[in-house]
């Protein structure tokens, strides 16, 4: 089993259990369903549901939906998936519209505290007034509306009287806080757009810092995790937290945002790359997202075990592309059997086995697991090798593969010799012809000569005609390239091979992942079918980047 490793988090919360400040630890993993989750919001889900469940607690699943224009059902359907593909279930599935009418009780209690008034200056004025780091703010000339007044403006402004922009309802705290925050932050505009979940019972919604602190307070959530981008945020958390007088009073704490070479991981620009159709969407096996890695072969278990060792700290951290596939390949190695492709075939002939006959060979499925049995695979005067197992140069001492007048071993099966290269009218090499020594056989125990390497292959009458999607970063982390991010965007990120596997690959349903031996882990895509099976590249046996 895959444990948490200590954490500043850990810590706080052990403490918070001992001293008895909390009786039991309630974490949520609260995403706005306005985009597909991707590897970065793992380290959040992981993170939160892992505590949780060290300390026997309870995690929230809570769609942060405060700002109907940008959010839709298609993204809460999404996201409910990826939590539980990654395989966590939530103690309940709230949102945060949930708590609407709450949020309005408390905002009515601010202004009735004078602690809250209604502004009539319009957006660019407030951003304006808001002042700098260096300059104290202004203070707006609505400021100091009575109670009754800001009492009867926001039940107005709920009952839809007034247009967008004309109004918002502000919290009265400091407009010269050094925090920026705290400069009479806004707590509710008027957006006149149906609610995926209210649909237009409210005309005014809640602003992010308003609602976040009062939805961790309605469910008790003890510790309320989020990425160091919100820690300048706090102190209104606690602001609100305070003079909304919460039963219930959790703590937010910040972790650092997690980022990968190589790797695009914000929500406007994955949702930039399938806007503009340079992805064949949010689950090309390019992206990032879960349902592109999902699509791609890769497994929760390897995202948690990949998690997991990042640790978790205060600060952002950036962690190689490389130690993501190695825990995906540590995760696939005993998982999968190890079969037979060839992406690049060329055709093979064994002149002195007799035509129409074909024998098969006993395998193997995983020498590391027994437990995903064996298979038989055929052999005949027909096969394909891979391109790059053949060259027409002389070949030097260090060359372990096969060439005209060399002899090399084909994995379970037998010695092969090449002893003449047929070419196309370009010059190409059509096919080559080889011999074969029935001495050989693969578990005979031959070892009268040493071949010059070992090769896999396919049979060709019995092989599986199959489509190989081979993938390179969609975008190149450089430095020096100070181009806009969708103008890096690699062209020849996706690249397609042509070739077959084995007949006898055990089953070919969607999701189904293989080793394919000396290449890499391939997962079955939904586009494949029984005529032509496509493949995605989880990843390939070795990295590429050393
Ligand atoms: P983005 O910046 O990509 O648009 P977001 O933070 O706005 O993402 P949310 O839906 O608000 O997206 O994210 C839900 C949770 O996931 C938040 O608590 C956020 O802090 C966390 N999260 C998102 N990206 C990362 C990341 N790269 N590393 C760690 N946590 C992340
Ligand atoms: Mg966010």
Same mark, same amino acid.
């Given at each position: 089993m895959i444990m948490i490793e200590s954490n500043f988090i850990k810590t706080i919360m052990e403490n918070d259990l001992e001293t008895g400040k909390v009786k039991e630890i309630v974490t949520r993993f609260p995403p706005e369903p306005n985009a597909y989750l991707h590897i970065g919001h793992a380290r959040a889900i992981i993170t939160n549901f892992e505590l949780?469940?060290?300390?026997?607690?309870?995690?929230?699943?809570?769609?942060?939906?405060?700002?109907?224009?940008?959010?839709? &059902?298609?993204?809460?359907?999404?996201?409910?998936?990826?939590?539980?593909?990654?395989?966590?279930?939530?103690?309940?599935?709230?949102?945060? $519209?949930?708590?609407?009418?709450?949020?309005?009780?408390?905002?009515?209690?601010?202004?009735?505290?004078?602690?809250?008034?209604?502004?009539?200056? @319009?957006?660019?004025?407030?951003?304006?007034?808001?002042?700098?780091?260096?300059?104290?703010?202004?203070? @707006?000339?609505?400021?100091?509306?009575?109670?009754?007044?800001?009492?009867?403006?926001?039940?107005?402004?709920?009952?839809?009287?007034?247009?967008?922009?004309?109004?918002?309802?502000?919290?009265?705290?400091?407009? $010269? @806080?050094?925090?920026?925050?705290?400069?009479?932050?806004?707590?509710?505009?008027?957006?006149?757009?149906?609610?995926?979940?209210?649909?237009?019972?409210?005309?005014?919604?809640?602003?992010?810092?308003?609602?976040?602190?009062?939805q961790d307070a309605c469910e008790g959530i003890t510790h309320s995790l989020c990425s160091l981008e919100f820690e300048n945020n706090r102190p209104l958390y606690e602001w609100v937290i305070e003079n909304c007088e919460t039963d219930h009073i959790p703590r937010q704490i910040e972790f650092g945002r997690l980022n990968i070479t190589n790797t695009v991981m914000s929500k406007r620009y994955l949702k930039q790359l399938v806007d503009e159709g340079k992805v064949t969407g949010y689950d090309d096996p390019r992206m990032p997202t879960l349902v592109g890695l999902r699509r791609r072969g890769v497994t929760p278990e390897a995202i948690k075990a990949f998690i997991l060792s990042t640790g978790l700290s205060r600060v952002?951290?950036?962690?190689?592309?490389?130690?993501?596939?190695?825990?995906? #390949?540590?995760?696939?190695?005993?998982? &999968? $059997?190890?079969?037979?492709?060839?992406?690049?075939?060329?055709?093979?002939?064994?002149?002195?086995?007799?035509?129409?006959?074909?024998?098969?060979?006993?395998?193997?499925?995983?020498?590391?697991?027994?437990?995903?049995? @064996?298979?038989?695979?055929?052999?005949?005067?027909?096969?394909?090798?891979?391109?790059?197992?053949?060259?027409?140069?002389?070949?030097?001492?260090?060359?372990? #593969?096969?060439?005209?007048?060399?002899?090399?071993?084909?994995?379970?099966?037998?010695?092969?010799?090449?002893?003449?290269?047929?070419?196309?009218?370009?010059?190409?090499?059509?096919?080559?012809?080889?011999?074969?020594?029935?001495?050989?056989k693969s578990g005979s125990g031959f070892n009268a000569r040493k071949p010059n390497g070992t090769i896999h292959y396919v049979e060709a009458t019995t092989a599986r005609k199959a489509t190989f999607n081979l993938f390179e970063p969609l975008i190149i982390d450089d430095e020096n390239d100070d181009r806009p991010f969708i103008e890096r965007v690699n062209p020849n990120s996706w690249i397609k091979k042509y070739g077959f596997v084995e007949g006898s690959i055990p089953s070919t349903n969607v999701l189904d992942s293989y080793q394919f031996i000396r290449n890499g882990y391939y997962t079955v895509d939904k586009e494949s079918t029984e005529d032509n099976l496509v493949f995605n590249r989880t990843v390939a046996l070795k990295s590429s980047y050393r």
């Open positions: 949780a469940k060290l300390f026997g607690g309870k995690t929230y699943l809570r769609f942060d939906d405060t700002n109907p224009a940008k959010e839709d &059902v298609e993204y809460v359907e999404a996201i409910k998936k990826d939590v539980e593909w990654l395989g966590y279930k939530p103690y309940k599935i709230t949102f945060g $519209s949930d708590y609407f009418d709450y949020q309005y009780e408390k905002a009515v209690l601010l202004i009735k505290k004078g602690l809250a008034y209604v502004d009539d200056l @319009s957006q660019e004025e407030i951003a304006k007034y808001r002042g700098t780091l260096t300059e104290p703010g202004i203070e @707006s000339p609505y400021r100091n509306r009575s109670v009754e007044e800001n009492l009867e403006l926001f039940e107005r402004m709920r009952k839809g009287e007034f247009k967008e922009g004309e109004k918002v309802l502000r919290a009265k705290i400091d407009m $010269s @806080s050094p925090n920026l925050n705290l400069r009479d932050p806004i707590l509710y505009r008027i957006l006149h757009i149906e609610h995926h979940q209210t649909k237009d019972k409210w005309c005014i919604y809640p602003m992010y810092d308003f609602a976040h602190p009062l952002n951290s950036t962690v190689d592309v490389d130690q993501f596939e190695h825990f995906i #390949r540590e995760d696939l190695k005993p998982k &999968v $059997s190890r079969i037979m492709a060839v992406v690049d075939p060329i055709k093979v002939v064994i002149t002195n086995y007799p035509e129409g006959k074909i024998e098969y060979l006993d395998a193997v499925n995983n020498a590391e697991n027994p437990d995903l049995g @064996s298979r038989k695979i055929a052999f005949s005067r027909y096969l394909y090798i891979e391109r790059d197992d053949f060259t027409l140069e002389k070949p030097n001492k260090n060359y372990k #593969r096969l060439a005209l007048g060399l002899e090399v071993r084909l994995m379970h099966a037998y010695f092969i010799k090449c002893n003449d290269v047929i070419l196309d009218e370009n010059g190409n090499i059509k096919e080559i012809h080889c011999t074969y020594d029935e001495q050989t």
